[in-house]
């Protein structure tokens, strides 16, 4: 039976803590050809840079070979091929499929289609599975394990896709959420019904001072422009968080700063000297987490 | 002329703006058998309902149940020889496929030649309609 992962919710927690332990074993030691004589195509409808290169990477430290494209206006996709043909064709070649593509829920459907498993590297605003599991990897690194953590996520809440996901995943863990987010950008109420329905507590705050003592992970995100359909509605909230080091003095030791980059605004340079600044190495994470999905997907860990 | 049915089906408690919904759903649009339907009978349940009565025809509880997002108090009478034999209500199925349109302007459904799949939540008073592509909940008014 294929596996693929497509949402953050295909996965129970063994699965998640599997991957993680794997991804420990692959930070390790990141050059290990188990896959040799693979093929596997990275096909991107969309830009990215970190994503598709950590993928792109992964697949070869693990001795696989890539096929793929990171812009669809060189394929027959602009001469109007449907996504399921070029599905179709692409799993007639290869032994797994990545894939990007703006349109939410594409990676669910290629996934139904295709003969081979089909990672989701992000479908418009719904999904990006792997990105969360890096962040629960560069989480269970800095704080020793994932259990009763203090987490505050902040910026926007609404469109940011990786807030949700994580806090899909996190629920396994019995956390405490902290939201901090301009009223225009609140996490959507289904979300916090989940959580209700889960007994998991959360606060809401407008000020990025008031939860910074409490939390043992701060999750900054952008304020993604290409998200929004009112571009009065960006202008107004496009710069309204702004995290500087004078502001880390009263944090806790072990809180560290992540977040899923690229970022603008909301972090100062001031704050990479800190020890509190974690988002590099969050990214660095990306390509053990991706080597430890694909390794685990194919059935070879 | 309308003359009462001798063999059949009959969708009663439909609520009125609905009939045609319930008629593209059940495949009856081309239909060559005879279809008599009211629209705007005064109901107590419904303030104004509407009603099919289909003859010589008959439907798996399945193709009856996908009308359960848009006419959830519906009655369906099976009708042999004049008299009803049947009497049945409808369930609301876990999946509905190939009705509803997804009202993410974003969702593949919308783009491509993809059948749309939901899962149906029900709080008690409202459906709504969880999206298998996207993941987005589309509410069951203004579904069309």
Same mark, same amino acid.
């Given at each position: ?52 290169? !950590? ?11 890539? $096929? ?18 070029? $599905?179709? &064709? ?8 990545? &894939? ?22 992000? *479908? ?22 994932? *259990? ?21 995943? &996190?629920?396994?863990? !019995? ?7 301009? *009223? ?82 909301? $972090? *100062? ?21 991706? &080597?430890?999905? $694909? ?7 | ?5 001798? =063999? ?11 009939? %045609? ?9 081309? #239909?060559? =058998? ?23 025809? %008959? %439907? ?36 509905? #496929? ?5 009202? =993410? ?17 029900? =709080?008690?008073? #409202? ?7 996207? #993941? ?9």
């Amino acid at each position: 039976m294929k596996k693929s992962l497509i949402s953050i919710r295909d996965f129970s927690k063994e699965e998640i803590l599997h991957v993680l332990e794997v991804a420990k074993e692959f930070e390790k030691n990141r050059v290990q050809n188990i896959l040799e004589g693979k093929v596997i195509a990275c096909i991107f409808f969309e830009p990215s840079t970190r994503t598709r290169l !950590s993928f792109e990477t992964a697949v070869n430290r693990l001795g696989a070979k890539v $096929i793929g494209f990171s812009d669809a206006t060189n394929t027959s996709v602009s001469k109007g091929e449907t996504l399921k043909d070029t $599905i179709k &064709m692409v799993s007639n070649y290869v032994d797994m499929i990545i &894939m990007r593509h703006p349109l939410e829920g594409s990676s669910r459907y290629a996934s139904e289609v295709a003969s081979v498993p089909v990672v989701n590297a992000g *479908d418009g605003a719904n999904q990006h599975p792997s990105q969360t599991l890096l962040d629960l990897y560069s989480i269970m690194q800095t704080q020793g394990h994932l *259990d009763g953590l203090t987490i505050n996520m902040v910026g926007d809440l609404k469109y940011g896709r990786t807030t949700h996901s994580l806090l899909q995943a &996190m629920s396994h863990f !019995s956390p405490n959420f902290i939201f901090t987010a301009p *009223d225009e950008l609140k996490m959507p109420v289904e979300y916090k019904d989940f959580l209700k329905e889960k007994g998991i507590p959360y606060k809401e705050t407008l000020s990025l001072e008031e939860h910074l003592n409490d939390c043992d992970i701060l999750y900054m995100t952008r304020v993604q422009q290409e998200r929004f359909t009112d571009p009065m509605e960006y202008e107004r909230v496009k710069d309204v968080y702004r995290l500087e080091a004078s502001m880390l003095s009263g944090v806790k030791p072990n809180m560290k700063v992540l977040h899923p980059l690229p970022r603008v605004n909301e $972090i *100062d340079q001031d704050v990479d000297e800190t020890p509190y600044a974690y988002y590099f190495k969050q990214a660095e994470n990306g390509l053990y987490v991706r &080597m430890s999905i $694909i390794a685990y997907l194919l059935g070879y860990r | 002329m309308v003359s009462a049915l001798e =063999n059949g089906t009959v969708l009663d408690h439909i609520p009125a703006g609905n009939v %045609f919904k319930v008629l593209e759903i059940l495949g009856l649009m081309g #239909e060559k =058998n005879r279809i008599t339907i009211g629209i705007n009978l005064d109901s107590k349940y419904l303030g104004k309902k509407g009603i099919i009565k289909i003859e010589d025809k %008959f %439907f798996r509880d399945d193709e009856l149940n996908k009308l359960a997002i848009i006419a959830p108090k519906a009655t369906v009478n099976i009708i042999r020889d004049f008299r009803v034999v049947e009497k049945k209500k409808l369930t609301m199925p876990e999946e509905i #496929e190939g009705i509803a349109r997804c009202m =993410n302007p974003k969702c593949i459904t919308n783009h491509q030649p993809v059948k749309t799949r939901f899962k149906t939540i029900d =709080n008690g008073n #409202e459906i709504s309609l969880l999206c298998h592509y996207c #993941e987005k909940i589309t509410d069951v008014k203004g579904l069309y």
